[in-house]
């Protein structure tokens, strides 16, 4: 029987970093550079933590949430040396910015890891770069709809993160329920 906790952890850890965020601006006043700080650093150090715990349990990370990492820890090198240009930027262009990191992860992903953009340990309905390509033009598909409507909360940011993490899902499941599911005889 696997541990209670790690029955928890396992599947929740990489949300965390996001969660810290959202939940941080959303309840606090962000008028000032500074107000950024603290949440920037937060989500970097939960999401390079639960990077580092999957790593160590020996688990495939979800290249979305690495995305999302790349995002925070950039953004937190943008405070610290002071670029406020590149925190301007992704303040205007909202939720693009993030996707356009998991984009990036999802690519060098796709031509660099042996579990592709998808994140599987073998092929299975769906080749591994196969997986991979289907959720990156879901990706782009997302961001082109962030892109088209920056400033409104459900169809710039809400729906098209909804969009992508379904679709990531969805392709897991298909994957392997195809491969899983019984041979017919012809």
């Given amino acids: 029987m696997k541990n209670p906790i790690k029955r928890i952890l396992d599947p929740s850890i990489e949300s965390l970093s996001l969660t810290f965020f959202l939940l941080y601006i959303h309840l606090t006043d962000m008028h000032t550079r500074a107000d950024w700080l603290l949440p920037y650093l937060l989500a970097s ?5 639960a990077m580092a715990y999957m790593r160590w349990r020996g688990l495939i990370l979800n290249r979305l949430f690495v995305g999302i990492t790349l995002y925070f820890c950039s953004g937190l090198a943008g405070l610290l040396s002071g670029w406020d240009w590149l925190n301007d930027h992704y303040g205007e262009l909202g939720a693009v910015a993030m ?4 984009l990036l ?5 796709s031509w660099a890891s042996p579990h592709g953009f998808l ?3 073998s092929a299975g309905y769906f080749s591994i770069r196969g ?3 289907l959720l990156l033009f879901a990706g782009v598909l997302a961001t ?6 920056i400033g409104n909360k459900l169809f710039g940011e809400w729906l098209p993160f909804i969009f992508l993490f379904s679709m990531r899902s969805l392709l897991l499941q298909l994957d392997k329920k195809l ?3 019984p041979a017919t005889a012809a």
């Fill in 45 to 49: 150090a939960a999401g390079l933590g």
């Fill in 99 to 102: 996707l356009g990191w998991i």
């Fill in 105 to 109: 992860a999802g690519l060098i992903a």
């Fill in 119 to 121: 994140g599987v340990r």
């Fill in 131 to 133: 997986g991979s390509f």
């Fill in 144 to 149: 082109a709809a962030a892109a088209s409507f």
């Fill in 179 to 181: 491969l899983s599911a």
